[in-house]
């Protein structure tokens, strides 16, 4: 695999638990063989829930190759209209997950798991409206900054799969323990979100000044 590829490719990797756990999930919710544990919220209104692994498998998938700068140059149109489907498909994933915070009672995490989600879900919606009005005029840096954050938010469902994969043999599974190592999911993207958002900004790191011209004095001043 070239080196273009390696980041989509980590991010459809990130995402492949919760999205095939989904699939498993709408095979059950269509009336086939049920191999996940049951989950009453599901089974009692199972509309947005199918919305939601439809929309999240989309855009976790899809938005994974709007990383590739390869695509990007050479293909301006795919990038333009994947980003069109992303829009909605990230609105549905939020919505949903907020529709589902909402109005699906005595989900696991409690109250501060509940809080959390609807700040991630918001987050989230937000973070793509900013991002598309972004680039509606043109403001490149901030399309593309807000837009990293809404995939990182998304994609926390992947990391989750690794916090809650380590917090729950160590902590348990009450609903402190659950919103910690959920939530710690999405800090965990939120911190690499930034990182990557600043490590190649116009002030980052990649692309200040080599060494040799800060240390002339003449740059001074
Ligand atoms: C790539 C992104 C995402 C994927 C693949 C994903 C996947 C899933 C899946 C498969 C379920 C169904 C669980 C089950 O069947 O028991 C689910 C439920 C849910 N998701 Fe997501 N999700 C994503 C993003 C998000 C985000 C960003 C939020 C938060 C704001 C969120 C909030 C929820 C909520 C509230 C439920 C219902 C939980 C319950 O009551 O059991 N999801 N998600």
Redesign the pocket.
Known sequence: MTRAWRLPAALVLL?LV??V??SL?LVEVAGGTQS?ST?P??DASPAP?VV??LA??L??FLGAFQFSARLRRRRPGWHRVCGRVLVGTGLG??GS??W??LY?PG??GGDLLWGI?LV??SA?AAAIVLGFAAIRRRDIAAHRAWMIRAYA??????TQVLTQGIGEPLFGTSDLSTALSVGSGWVVNAIVAEWAIRRSSPAGPRRRAPATRRADPAASS
């Open positions: 995402s919760p999205v756990a989904g999930r996940l989950n919220r599901v829930v939601h692994i999240a498998a855009y976790a994933v939020a997950a907020l589902m915070t699906y989900a696991p989600r991630v879900g989230m938010l998304a994609v926390g469902a992947g």
